[in-house]
């Protein structure tokens, strides 16, 4: 990519919102790797070839996706499309947010989405239904349903405010950081055989 800039600020609304928007960023991940075609990046993430035609087609009328080649074929021409940069920026300003917690929360909100409607597909499958309110093994509260515990091999979910020493922070940080690197290495585009797993960590210092 050594034609293109080494990072695009956007200049929009329209492309603050594109290269905001969640549906958009798992595609948006593979554009920034590399030459795609539409074909390829349906494939890559579970969309059929109408969507992913859909999604480049409004990145590329923003400027923010452009194609690199076409491949002549009988019938129309195989196009092949990459980012416009290895890297965008979006200044806060062109965002519509009205503060960056809120920012921060529009990101988030679709990935919690999906992982609260997962645990309650899971879940809806168990024959209770009440929830229990007590003491874990280490004396600390916890929420759980009837049944939680039989789904514990496909579904993890904890949120807590724990105190630690610094050097106990410190390990907190990269044991999260290193858990990340070892999926970034392991994981691959989405493919027949293999196990799908959403995974989200949100590790910030907590309010004393």
């Known amino acids: 990519m050594s034609d293109l800039p080494q990072s695009l600020t956007a200049s929009t609304q329209e492309q603050a919102r594109l290269l905001l928007d969640p549906a958009l960023l798992t ?5 920034l790797r590399g030459e795609v075609s539409a074909a390829q990046l349906a494939r890559a993430c579970g969309l059929s070839v109408q969507q992913a035609h859909h999604r480049l087609t409004r990145l590329r009328a923003a400027g923010l996706v452009v194609v690199t080649q076409e491949q002549p074929r009988a019938g129309r021409p195989v196009k092949r499309y990459r980012a416009a940069a290895p890297a965008f920026r979006v200044p ?16 988030h909100r679709n990935l919690l989405a ?3 409607e997962r645990v309650g597909r899971l ?11 007590h003491l ?9 349903f009837d049944g939680f515990e039989d789904v514990l091999d496909s579904a993890i979910s904890a949120h807590r405010l724990a105190y630690l020493s610094p050097a106990d922070a410190q390990e907190l940080d990269a044991r999260v950081q290193a858990l990340f690197d ?15 797993r959403l995974l989200g960590v949100f590790l910030t210092p907590g309010d004393g």
Do not use: Y
């Open 182 to 196: 070892w999926l970034d290495e392991h994981a691959q585009s989405r493919a027949d055989g293999l196990v799908p």
């Open 136 to 144: 874990n093994a280490r004396g600390q509260v916890t929420l759980d």
């Open 114 to 116: 999906r992982q609260h």
């Open 123 to 133: 879940l809806a499958a168990q024959p209770g239904r009440a929830l229990n309110i």
């Open 27 to 31: 595609p948006l991940g593979h554009l």
């Open 92 to 107: 806060f300003a062109l965002t519509d947010h009205a503060t960056l917690a809120d920012l921060v929360a529009g990101l």
